[in-house]
């Protein structure tokens, strides 16, 4: 059994697989100041109540954008499964040439995103990351990572109204009734929701021209689902996509370790 860890800035999602069979997946929250035992008995507890505490989990992978809590989940592996994680990052093989002008500086989650994205649809192939930052991740036609662009995520821009003004109340984002809000609350819900259908639509549209071709458009992370049924160039949702390109990763991994003589 292999467990997957992808560690963000709000929140770390967490895979259980047998093969490329995903059997169950779950969300806990991201805090460098939880001590690996904590996050060893929160991970034990989820399998427990999952009812896959009777099996053995023998593999573990890490990608993490949020450097203090790698060795945090790394001794939770060691101590609680007996097992050196895998950790996404210099020197681990993705089959995937990164064109970047330093590839040091590209997150590993969004190098596991494009490769999970060119294994299922091939490409181009753009990727929208819907989480704390939305990212755009392009994948040429022979699978190299190109590059692409980050945006403040929708979340981040709604508290930043919140903290950065006198009047401006915090709001849950959603879909408001009209476009033109009639209240406060509406009114940033208005400009919050439609304002980033748009950026989204331009950046996909600007990739498209320099691409000179039509990508296929892959969206994942937590608030993908709030606006990708809005904007018509989206082809594919997948929210497990992430947690998919880690156990890809680490199986070619695995088969190349096992190939050395």
Not at 53 to 76: D, H
Not at 212 to 234: C, D, K, N
Request: glycine share 10%; with cysteine.
């Amino acid at each position: 059994m292999l467990i997957v860890f992808d560690i963000g800035n709000t929140t770390i999602g967490l895979g259980l697989f047998r093969g490329k069979k995903l059997l169950a997946d779950w969300k806990i929250n991201s805090d460098p100041r939880k001590t690996a035992d904590e996050y060893g008995i929160i991970v034990n507890n989820l399998l427990s109540h999952g009812r896959f505490a009777n099996l053995k989990i023998k593999e573990a992978i890490i990608s993490s954008v949020v450097p203090p809590l790698t060795p945090i989940i790394q001794s939770a592996c060691e101590k609680f499964f007996k097992i050196k994680p895998l950790v996404v990052g210099p020197g681990i093989k993705t089959g995937m040439p990164i064109l970047y002008e330093n590839p040091a500086e590209v997150g590993p989650d969004r190098i596991v995103l494009a490769c999970a994205a060119y294994e299922k649809y091939g490409g181009p192939c753009l990727v929208v990351d819907f989480g704390t930052a939305t990212t755009f991740d392009v994948i040429s036609e022979k699978g190299e990572y190109l590059g692409g662009a980050i945006a403040p995520g929708i979340q981040i821009s709604a508290e930043a109204l919140y903290l950065r003004t006198a009047r401006l109340p915090r709001i849950e984002v959603r879909k408001p009734k009209s476009v033109i809000g009639r209240s406060t609350v509406t009114s940033m819900q208005s400009g919050l929701y439609y304002g980033y259908i748009g950026l989204v639509r331009n950046i996909v549209s600007q990739i498209s021209t320099e691409l000179s071709a039509r990508p296929q458009v892959v969206v994942t992370g937590a608030l993908a689902g709030l606006i990708s049924s809005e904007i018509p160039e989206i082809n594919f949702h997948e929210p497990n996509l992430v947690l998919e390109g880690l156990c890809l990763i680490y199986q070619k991994n695995r088969t190349l370790e096992n190939a050395e003589p």
